[in-house]
């Protein structure tokens, strides 16, 4: 079993960054691929970034690429979403999710762990 619970969520003008912080418990987090999704209202929920174990490899959703960085500390049992140049469009809450292998196909289902959400709301 893994917790999550995601932190650093906010209002911020357009332009400006955010980091998102996604903490876990239980099981070590270095034992999981670790992803970020989001969800706006109304919309389903989007895959933007994942992260291998170890940390050596990343993936992003197109709209975010050059933008957003993922990384992760695993002595902190702890994954990061450096989220810079933000949009209004960037406005939902955002979920860490752990699934167990680092592989192409980020759909929600295969994440097995999933944290509360935190709420980044971008204004125009």
């Known amino acids: 079993q893994v917790q999550l619970v995601e932190s650093g969520g906010g209002l911020v003008q357009a332009g400006g960054s955010l980091r998102l912080s996604c903490a876990a418990s239980?099981?070590?987090?270095?034992?999981?691929?670790m992803g970020w999704f989001r969800q706006a209202p109304g919309k389903e929920r989007e895959f933007v970034a994942v992260?291998?174990?170890?940390?050596?490899?990343?993936y992003y959703v197109d709209s975010v690429k050059g933008r957003f960085t993922i990384s992760r500390d695993n002595a902190k049992n702890t994954v990061y979403l450096q989220m810079n140049s933000l949009k209004p469009e960037d406005t939902a809450v955002y979920y860490c999710?752990?699934?167990?292998?680092?592989?192409?196909?980020?759909?929600?289902?295969?994440?097995?762990?999933w944290g509360q959400g935190t709420q980044v709301t971008v204004s125009s």
């Open positions: 992260i291998s174990k170890s940390g050596g490899r990343t």
């Open positions: 239980g099981r070590t987090s270095s034992s999981y691929a």
């Open positions: 999710a752990a699934k167990p292998y680092y592989y192409s196909d980020n759909r929600p289902g295969l994440y097995d762990y």
